[in-house]
């Protein structure tokens, strides 16, 4: 009689009631979906951390040097956002900005910047050419595989530059990826779940902080 009752109360339940409810399995669904989310940023920044970690212990055993990469604290983290430069500057955070990218696809902005970065370096004429064409051939030439989205006169120019290749060939077309990427996704990284989550204190440190 009782579970009867019970039943009857349960299915005449007040339209506030059914609110409620429907509010709490939307709650725990959204918190699902973010440990999810976050779980999936970790899976992709330790893929680009373990890539980025090999390639740079192999040049580091040829000088007889070990370089490592730790996960930053929460005021690191925060750095990331007083300037663009401070996340690129991180190894940690530009690989978390670059797993960032890769979700939304346009990794291509990044690798086309860090592409120039390495580009400036070289002191060989011979294979500043040689890089110069690849980074044309990667980034800037029509259907390139890693194509990036600048107007047709920066290509025009950087087409001409390949006749007499300088240090400066790409300056402008870094610029302005560097301006894309500073004014739209870095800001969509700093409201990321994965980056809140990292500039989180853990229970812990916050107990030994106090």
């Not at 951390?49 to 983290?77: D, H, I, M, V, Y």
Request: hydrophobic share 35%; aromatic share 10%.
């Amino acid at each position: 009689m009782q579970s009867a009752m019970f039943l009857a109360l349960q299915h005449n339940c007040s339209p506030m009631e059914k609110s409620t409810a429907h509010c709490q399995s939307r709650e725990e669904k959204k918190g699902k979906m973010k440990k999810t989310l976050i779980k999936d940023w970790k899976s992709k920044l330790s893929y680009f951390l373990q890539n980025s970690s090999n390639s740079t212990s192999a040049k580091a055993n040829k000088k007889g040097q070990q370089k490592s990469c730790f996960r930053p604290s929460p005021e690191e983290a925060q750095l990331w956002s007083e300037a663009f430069d401070e996340l690129l500057a991180s190894k940690y955070g530009l690989a978390a900005f670059r797993a960032f990218l890769r979700s939304e696809f346009c990794e291509e902005n990044i690798d086309f910047w860090l592409a120039c970065e390495d580009f400036k370096k070289i002191k060989s004429p011979q294979k500043l050419t040689a890089k110069a064409k690849k980074i044309y051939n990667d980034f800037i030439e029509k259907e390139a595989p890693k194509e990036i989205n600048i107007d047709f006169q920066t290509k025009n120019a950087i087409a001409q530059n390949l006749n007499d290749v300088t240090h400066v060939c790409f300056s402008a077309a870094q610029k302005r990826v560097y301006s894309l990427m500073e004014n739209n996704a870095y800001p969509r990284f700093l409201e990321s779940e994965f980056y809140q989550e990292l500039c989180r204190k853990s229970p812990v440190r916050e107990s030994q902080a106090t």
